[in-house]
């Protein structure tokens, strides 16, 4: 275990630090652990009290979740709805930034004042509003409704605008003097310099999308539209004790996160440290 | 809880001035201006003219802007802006989302704001944040300071602290609401097995809140951990050094040098805490529904309920609106306090 660090001693303070910190990993390890095993537990034995070796391991809970919701299109909906919205915002956000970095124009700091402003509004006050104008438009219960209020994003726009701003002004006049037009100045010099926020920007609408709750809630009904959470907190109403239902549903919505998180771990810690970063 | 729009915004949206005049500095600043006057220098004044920017103030500068802010402006106009004006309106009149509404001026205001168990809400909401937000603090931090140091399998420490940040709110309560299932969930085992009180948790009305505070921070620590090691991982070698040499100890150093300059880093966590703890629905939703018998019914829940269970559209915005007032508040006594606690505001 100290193999890694052979010039410190090993003191009880430090044995006592790495008890710790394994006691914290395991309290934070455990929930995702039990989630599995009570997924595979057989339904009758749930009730004679938890056990960490699962007597006679199952799927039936699986076939059940399968067999009720349709499971893959639940997960295909969350991913694609997350992975549009990061497109749209990542596409509108930058542009706006560039807007408001780089062009010049009547207004501007009024109507980017305009854009920080709908940041202030939390989605509590839009929800109802929103759904009767979906209702108006005989959108409600569509993909374009899931999509509707995370299409663009002011966040995503200061971040950006932040960043473009921070891109030095003679390559852009470099490319002016070579011709170019505002779209190719936009999309062969400043989008490649900006990567490191457009990271940033990715995994928060992608987070944002993925963890929406309340929003798909009210606007959908069908199965077939369901992102993740709108599934399970469904499959949790129909099957109140069927906990191993319901945990292996939880085990499908975790692994795909979980396998995002693992290959891009570094980007993600890194995107989200940069927020609070002033 | 990463930050939602709203939060950051608050959190960060103040020192916007601070931001914009840092970047000044480090970038597009004094040398750049400079580098610039030689431009024109060298090349003919055309380049000048065709600078990007500067270039022609007429229709064929407004048609770029155009081409560059509709893609996000329709959206937000549409789907942020109208809602929220029209949100105003339906404040102000009885609608059951139904029949046409009725205008009733501010006769919901005055109603919720006059009806004692709007404040039970908000209660409610602040309950959760009391208990919530030390929690998170302290354990977000700690972890932060121990896990910046040198340390074998750190990695693996920091990537299980954050793995949960990732699962959704509808996971991490209904994980949670089957840990501490009274009768066959695993703490209860345990705790019955080490001869200690079995509490009905999520199904007792006194310990139903303190349930969904342990799911959310459990969910919420590695979020801080990120945004405090960010911090830590930004005050200079220098100054820990400085006061190493001038005898400080391990914890007068933490005490005096290293909390006092991860203020900002507190200042951002405590903001965005208190903004979405404010908004708190999801967890609550899907652990309690806001029972048993009411007693974790909080703010955002009751606009649901208004609006889907009781089709109470004008109570549901006028609340909304109360809402968004109480956090406005909250977050411009912040803002207007960190001067006195917070390093470099």
Excluded at chain 1, 91 to 110: C, D, K, N, P, W
Excluded at chain 1, 229 to 244: F, K, M, R, V
Aim: hydrophobic letters at 50%; glycine letters at 8%.
């Amino acid at each position: 275990m100290f193999r890694g660090a052979p010039h410190r001693r090993i003191t009880v303070r430090r044995v006592l630090l790495y008890l710790a910190l394994v006691t914290c990993a395991a309290v934070m390890l455990f929930p995702f652990l039990w989630t599995v095993i009570t997924s595979i537990t057989p339904e009758g034995t749930l009730a004679n009290g938890p056990t960490l070796l699962v007597k006679d391991p199952t799927l039936n809970a699986y076939r059940t979740l399968f067999a009720t919701l349709p499971m893959w299109r639940i997960v295909i909906n969350s991913f694609a709805i997350a992975m549009a919205s990061v497109a749209l915002q990542l596409i509108t956000g930058s542009m706006a930034g560039y807007a408001f970095a780089r062009l010049s124009f009547r207004g501007r700091s009024v109507v980017f004042g305009a854009y920080l402003a709908t940041l202030m509004v939390p989605l509590q006050v839009l929800v109802v509003p929103l759904f009767i104008e979906m209702k108006l438009l005989s959108l409600q219960d569509t993909y374009f409704s899931l999509l509707a209020p995370s299409m663009a994003s002011a966040l995503g726009v200061f971040l950006l605008k932040q960043a473009i701003e921070a891109v030095p002004r003679e390559l852009d006049e470099a490319a002016v003097i070579d011709g170019a037009s505002h779209l190719r100045i936009f999309t062969k010099v400043i989008v490649p310099l900006i990567k490191p926020s457009l990271a940033t920007v990715t995994i928060l609408a992608f987070m944002a999308s993925w963890n929406s709750f309340l929003w798909p809630l009210v606007v959908i009904r069908s199965p077939e539209l369901m992102t993740l959470p709108l599934g399970l907190s469904a499959l949790h109403g129909e099957y109140t004790t069927a906990w191993d239902v319901v945990m292996a549903g939880s085990v499908v919505s975790i692994v795909p996160i979980a396998v995002v998180f693992v290959l891009a771990q570094r980007h993600i810690v890194a995107g989200l440290a940069h927020t609070g970063i002033k | 809880m990463t930050p939602t729009p709203a939060s950051f915004a608050a959190a960060r949206g103040s020192d916007t001035n601070n931001v914009i005049t840092v970047s000044a500095h480090r970038d597009p600043g004094r040398g750049d201006r400079h580098s610039r006057q030689e431009d024109t220098r060298l090349h003919s004044h055309g380049a000048r003219r065709m600078r990007p920017g500067r270039r022609g103030s007429g229709w064929r500068n407004a048609g770029w802007v155009l081409v560059f802010l509709l893609p996000s402006a329709v959206p937000l106009l549409l789907f942020t802006v109208i809602p929220m004006l029209a949100s105003i309106w339906v404040s102000l009149t009885k609608w059951n989302l139904i029949s046409a509404p009725t205008f009733v001026a501010f006769n919901n205001y005055r109603r919720l704001l006059t009806d004692p168990t709007t404040l039970d809400y908000f209660l409610h909401t602040g309950a959760y944040i009391v208990g919530y937000l030390p929690l998170v603090y302290i354990g977000g931090l700690s972890l932060a300071y121990v896990l910046d140091k040198k340390l074998v399998a750190r990695s693996f420490f920091r990537a299980a602290v954050f793995l949960p940040v990732i699962t959704s709110w509808v996971v991490v309560a209904l994980v949670w609401q089957w840990l501490l299932n009274p009768a066959h969930g695993v703490v209860n085992t345990v705790l019955g097995a080490l001869g200690l009180g079995q509490p009905g948790w999520w199904t007792d009305p006194n310990w139903a809140m303190p349930s969904i505070i342990l799911a959310s921070a459990w969910k919420d620590l590695g979020f801080v951990m990120i945004i405090m090691l960010a911090g830590l991982q930004s005050i200079p070698g220098d100054v820990q050094e400085a006061a190493t040499v001038d005898g400080a100890t391990g914890w007068q150093r933490f005490r005096r040098v290293t909390w006092p300059m991860l203020s900002p880093s507190t200042f951002f966590v405590v903001v965005i805490s208190l903004i979405n703890g404010l908004q708190v629905f999801d967890q609550v939703f899907v652990m309690t529904g806001g029972g048993p018998q009411g007693a974790t019914q909080v703010v955002v829940g009751q606009i649901y309920n208004l609006t889907f269970r009781y089709g109470r559209a004008g109570d549901a915005a006028a609340l909304s609106w109360i809402l968004f007032v109480v956090i406005l508040a909250i977050t411009a006594g912040q803002l207007a306090g960190q001067r006195r606690w917070v390093t470099h505001a």
